[in-house]
């Protein structure tokens, strides 16, 4: 039928982005608001952890004792700094109560390796085996 | 009309729905996303111990009022549990206070003599300085001097020798006394010869600067001098007064019978002994008890009034601590007690921070208020549990009750507990020496130690650290004393040693680590000048309390001419001999460490160090050697016990001339037997 056009055939089909975008960006605010970040309160702030590639991830841990050595070799408990005797007053502690707490050192890249061989060591003599040390893994940070 | 399918609404939907879902279904199979990425579901356990997983509802921010509550409550469990700790402190302070009054009353009263021979024990090691001052420097060269000195100190040694005897003995005679007298005066004149001969050999030198130099040594020779004038001031006064010479003995000693006995010593005061006599009057006991807060004060209290009570606590417990150490050396050494006292290190338990300020104002309005008021709550009851936990170590040693709960010792179960604990330091301290014995001699300190730790157990309840009663340590070390251990004779060479010893700290039964285990892991610190004279009667600071962070003043630098600032320096060797940091000559170290024992086990120890060296294992003395001697691991062995569960050992060594070394070597004699 000549006159008649068939709807479709000179006008094509185009989708239009913009309500797309509208319910992303509505998801994106949804998400933004209702997140919230857990800051690692145990975590001693102006330590740089080495690099380390092939760590396993674990999860983190509230319960765990973290100890933390700096560049300048001090020691700090769940990050607050702390002194060698309450160091190992607190292994002690953990010893008598909790043997099986897991316990995560946190150390500088620049940390004298003595130092760390302090802990270890007070952590081996102590008995108290269930330690990690923490790194840095680009995949997981 | 296209598909209603096609249309774009439909797709944006679709897509949307799709992107939702997929993040809602990640989300509710990943439980770490869930809980912790996005932390919008918590974990709460219910009164019947289920744990409930919820989604976590924002609260408002709270208002002052809830702000309030929320710090009164914390502040209320918190104030509990310092009032716990300063109830705690406060018994421990008591009982401190009443075994450091009990210690007095049993403490033989020092008599004259003793405080005479222990003048003539200073001038003794007086006379041996001036000796090494003269022997190593260019006094040395002045004709006649090296006899002379070497005279005078033969003089002092001999004359503090006799004059300790003569205090031990219980019948004085006249001769004897008048001897004493005669030997004072001897040692006078001939000190008085020697700085005479001395200045007249400096005025025939040459050089102006030599003699300049060598006139500035001259001031000691002249407090010498003085010193032995005291002395003999001190000694005449005390003998013209108790015992007058006879006149045969007058006449036998021309210069005793100058001095008319009659006529009054030429200083009518002796002030030293009177000094002493008026030191060693020693504070009253309830000085400490006066300052105590009652209990019922505790009660009422508020956090910042119970955590400065506490602090003011923690403060009376160091003094008593020391106190207890100044009336231990005091009699141990038969000094006057004022002289023990300046010899006692005070250790200073780290009380916290002062936030008597912060913790009175409990009254946050804002956040930032909050904060400051919880993080000063935290700060102080980490405090208080430091503190009840320093004032609970420092009575293990003092001895006690201990907390026992029920039982009080009475004064004269205390006293002879006391005069037993007396006992048996005396006895260690005899057994631990090891001059003049063979490489390899074998001393038992078994039976010693086992009284101890058994008096130690009793004194403490159920114990100490390794648990078990003051009945399980007496069995269990009977049966150790009856079984085993005949060797008296061990012979170790170095090489075996070397080959053979492994590395460690821990005695487990399991353990596939058996035969001599050697100890590797040390906390070092030094060095202190030694003495040149009696080195070990000067103490330093870790034999009266082991502070791991604790910093003292040491041995002056040779460049920079200041005292050393020393700390304690964790050491770990893969050797058998440990060599100690910053090692000097003529100076003393002390080096710590803790050794791990599953049972009550019976141990032999192999120690030895280049130079001298003292060891003790959980407080006891178990061996002293003193001189000079090369290192060898087999220098003398002690058969020891270890208490289940962590035995201290303290170790000091000291450095003459060149190197430095020490070993301890243990070795559990079941083991050994194989």
């Not at chain 2, 004085?172 to 001897?179: D, I, K, L, Q, S």
């Not at chain 2, 002796?270 to 209990?295: F, K, Q, T, Y």
């Not at chain 2, 791990?596 to 003292?614: C, H, N, P, Q």
Request: charged content about 30%.
């Amino acid at each position: 039928m000549p006159g008649r056009k068939r709807y479709g055939e000179d006008e094509e089909v185009a989708l239009s982005m913009s309500p797309l975008i509208d319910a992303v960006f509505l998801l994106l605010i949804f998400f933004l608001v209702t997140t919230m970040l857990k800051r690692d309160l145990k975590e001693v702030e102006h330590i740089q952890l080495p690099i380390s590639r092939s760590s396993p991830e674990m999860p983190p841990d509230e319960t765990a004792l973290v100890i933390a050595v700096d560049a300048e070799g001090e020691f700090y408990l769940d990050g607050e700094a702390s002194s060698v005797s309450e160091l190992l007053d607190e292994l002690r502690v953990v010893e008598q109560n909790d043997p099986d707490r897991r316990i995560r050192i946190d150390t500088d890249e620049y940390t004298p390796f003595h130092r760390l061989a302090e802990v270890l060591d007070a952590l081996n003599f102590r008995n108290l085996r269930n330690v990690g040390v923490r790194t840095y893994h680009e995949k997981y940070n | 009309m296209p598909h209603p399918l096609k249309s774009p609404m439909t797709i944006a939907f679709l897509g949307a729905l799709s992107l939702v879902g997929s993040l809602s279904l990640a989300l509710y199979l990943n439980e770490d996303w869930r809980t912790i990425a996005l932390d919008m579901v918590e974990e709460t356990v219910t009164e019947e111990g289920k744990v409930v997983r919820k989604v976590k509802v924002e609260r408002p921010e709270p208002n002052r009022e809830q702000i309030r509550e929320v710090t009164e409550e914390r502040e209320r469990k918190k104030r509990e549990d310092i009032r716990e700790k300063a109830r705690k402190v406060r018994e421990t302070v008591v009982e401190m206070a009443e075994v450091v009054e009990e210690r007095e009353s049993t403490m033989e009263e020092l008599d004259e003599w003793d405080l005479l021979a222990s003048m003539a024990l200073d001038l003794r090691r007086s006379a041996s300085e001036r000796y090494a001052e003269v022997r190593h420097s260019y006094l040395d060269r002045i004709s006649g001097s090296r006899e002379a000195v070497t005279d005078l100190k033969d003089e002092a040694v001999a004359n503090a020798h006799d004059m300790r005897l003569l205090s031990l003995s219980d019948n004085v005679t006249r001769v004897a006394v008048w001897e004493r007298v005669a030997a004072a005066r001897r040692i006078l004149k001939k000190g008085e010869d020697l700085e005479t001969l001395l200045l007249e050999g400096i005025e025939e030198q040459d050089n102006p600067k030599t003699r300049r130099l060598l006139t500035d040594r001259m001031p000691p020779f002249n407090d010498f001098i003085t010193e032995t004038e005291t002395y003999l001031n001190a000694l005449e006064r005390w003998v013209k007064d108790e015992i007058p010479p006879d006149e045969t003995l007058a006449a036998e000693d021309p210069e005793a019978a100058e001095a008319d006995p009659t006529e009054p010593p030429p200083e009518a005061e002796n002030p030293e002994l009177a000094d002493a006599e008026a030191e060693n009057e020693p504070p009253p006991p309830s000085d400490w008890l006066d300052e105590l807060p009652a209990e019922e004060d505790l009660e009422k209290m508020s956090t910042a009034e119970l955590y400065e009570s506490l602090q003011e606590m923690a403060e009376t417990v160091d003094e008593l601590y020391a106190e207890n150490l100044a009336r231990e050396l005091a009699e141990f050494k038969k000094i006057p007690l004022e002289e023990a006292r300046e010899q006692v290190h005070k250790p200073k338990t780290d009380s916290g921070p002062d936030l008597k300020s912060t913790l009175e104002k409990n009254n946050p309005s804002n956040r930032e208020e909050f904060r400051e008021f919880n993080e000063a709550l935290e700060k102080a009851s980490d405090a208080a549990g430091r503190i009840a936990r320093t004032a609970e170590t420092r009575q293990s040693r003092v001895g006690g009750n201990g907390g026992r709960e029920g039982e009080k010792q009475t004064a004269d179960q205390l006293q002879s507990a006391l005069r037993k604990g007396r006992e048996i330091n005396a006895e260690m301290a005899k057994s631990a020496r090891n001059r003049g014995n063979e490489n390899g001699n074998v001393t038992d300190m078994r039976n010693a130690m086992s009284q101890a730790y058994a008096l130690q157990a009793k004194s403490s309840g159920s114990g100490g650290g390794g648990g078990g009663s003051a009945g399980g340590y007496s069995s269990a070390f009977g049966q150790s004393r009856t079984g085993g251990g005949g060797k008296n004779q061990v012979n170790l060479s170095s090489n075996r040693v070397f080959a053979k010893a492994v590395p460690g700290r821990r005695f487990d039964q399991g353990s596939t680590r058996r035969g001599w285990i050697f100890l590797d892991t040390w906390y070092i610190i030094g060095p202190w000048d030694r003495p040149n004279v009696d080195s070990f009667d000067t103490t330093f600071p870790p034999e009266t309390a082991v502070d791991l962070d604790a910093t003292y003043e040491g041995k002056t630098h040779p460049r920079t001419g200041k005292p050393m600032e020393l700390e304690w320096r964790f050491v770990q060797s893969e050797n058998v001999r440990i060599n100690p940091p910053d090692e000097t000559r003529d100076a003393v170290y002390y080096a710590y460490t803790e050794v791990f024992s599953e049972t009550a086990m019976d141990i032999l120890v192999a120690i030895g160090a280049d130079d001298a060296s003292k060891v003790w294992i959980n407080d006891l003395l178990v061996n002293q050697d003193d001189g000079l001697s090369g290192w060898q691991p087999d220098e003398g062995f002690r058969r020891v016990l270890l208490k289940p569960g962590y035995n201290t050992v303290l170790v000091r060594v000291e450095n003459g001339p060149a190197v430095c070394y020490f070993s301890v070597i243990m070795c559990p004699d079941d083991v050994l037997e194989e």
